[in-house]
Each structure stands twice: as C-alpha cells, then as structure tokens.
C-alpha cells in the first residue's frame, strides 16, 4: 500500500500530502502549502530522512492557500507542476489572491502549470495507480486523486466531514459542485478514506449518511 503523511501547512491550515510507496521510495507531493522557511525545512527533512525521490507537484486547485509552496518545491527538486487547466487562472493571480486575503506570503510569485491534469488521468507510484477526478465547483479545475489499492481519496476543497467547499469565490458555483461530489466522489466505495484539503478525515460512507449537503 501507499503510505501518506500529512502537514498542516500556511495560514489557512492547508493539508500537504506526501504520498509515497514504500518499495520504490517514489514521492509526489499534493497542494505544498508551506509559507514560511521553517515550514520548507521540516518538509525538507521528511523527503531527506525517508529517503524519497519526489517526482511531481499535484495540485487539486489553485487557491493560493494550496499552492504558496509550489516554486519552492519545484525550485529546490526539479520537479513539474500538475494542475487542470481551468484554474491557471488563479495561479496565474497569485499576487492578487494574497492581497484578497490579506496574506503576507513567502513566495508570492505566479503558479504556471507545466503539465495539464483532467479527468481520468492516471499518476503511477510504483505499481500503484491513482486517479485524478475532475470535481469543478469550488474552482472550476478542481480535481480529487483516488487510489483504489490503497482505498483513499484527497478530495482538495470538494469535500470535508459534514461540509463540502465554499463556491463563492471567482469560478465556484454550488449546484456544480454539489453534482461533481455526487456523481464522482459518493460512487466509490463506502470505506474510503477521505482526506479533505482541511480539517479532519472522514469516509465516503458517513457523508453519504451524514452530510447535509449532499442529500
């Protein structure tokens, strides 16, 4: 199975996953949030004492809260940014997303996307498989990366326990993304873990019993 660790990362308490197969020692790591230098350096220093060759930067939208440490990581491993192409306008607008949120940020610079995701799209880890998922709705290139093998979900802003993301800023629309969740993401198994972009886990089952949202 692929293992994952989790940082909470920036002003906003963003997740950053590392995903990692153990066998191979190959790393990708989804929504890099870290604003600050400390917070480079303890990511730093899980990649270096694991061992691991991080291969690519994922990015389930880019809202910049997700994405403040994206040059960085790319800078310092050598790797490509993925993202859909619907956001690339909001990384694009980096700076001014700051300034809405009153962010002072550590690296402010433009998020280009070098490599396009969309829906279907597998990311191969070893002999694991994951698959990315267009969720519009929060952004308008919002994806989820959904492994089956080792039967979890990060969902990015999509979905939270009991909740799902806020569409009121540029590109999000409700009815969208109450459909992207229904149609893409309550289909999969009841047991899957979900690890939202925020907050704690939760699995598709509960939402499907509990999340008013969704109903």
Do not use: W
Request: with cysteine; glycine share 8%.
């Amino acid at each position: 199975m692929l293992e994952i660790k989790q940082f909470t990362l920036g002003p906003f308490g963003v997740n950053t996953y590392i995903i990692y197969d153990p066998e191979t020692l190959d790393a990708i790591v989804v929504d890099p949030g870290m604003n600050t230098e400390a917070e480079n350096q303890r990511f730093d220093r899980f990649i270096t004492e694991r061992k691991l060759n991080l291969t690519q930067i994922i990015n389930t939208h880019l809202h910049i809260d997700h994405c403040l440490g994206d040059n960085y990581v790319r800078n310092k491993y050598g790797v490509k940014i993925y993202a859909h192409t619907d956001d690339a306008f909001l990384g694009e607008n980096v700076q001014s997303q700051a300034r809405m949120f009153s962010i002072s940020a550590h690296n402010p610079h433009a998020v280009t996307i070098d490599i396009p995701i969309k829906d279907g799209d597998i990311i191969t880890l070893g002999k694991h498989h994951i698959t990315a998922l267009h969720i519009p709705g929060h952004s308008p290139g919002g994806i989820a990366l959904y492994c089956a093998d080792s039967n979890f979900l990060i969902a990015g802003d999509a979905l939270f326990r009991g909740s799902i993301g806020r569409t009121d800023l540029p590109g999000g629309n409700y009815s969208t993304l109450v459909n992207s969740v229904k149609e893409k993401l309550l289909t999969l198994p009841d047991s899957t873990l979900v690890l939202p972009g925020h907050d704690m886990s939760t699995n598709i089952g509960f939402e499907k019993t509990y999340n008013n949202f969704l109903r």
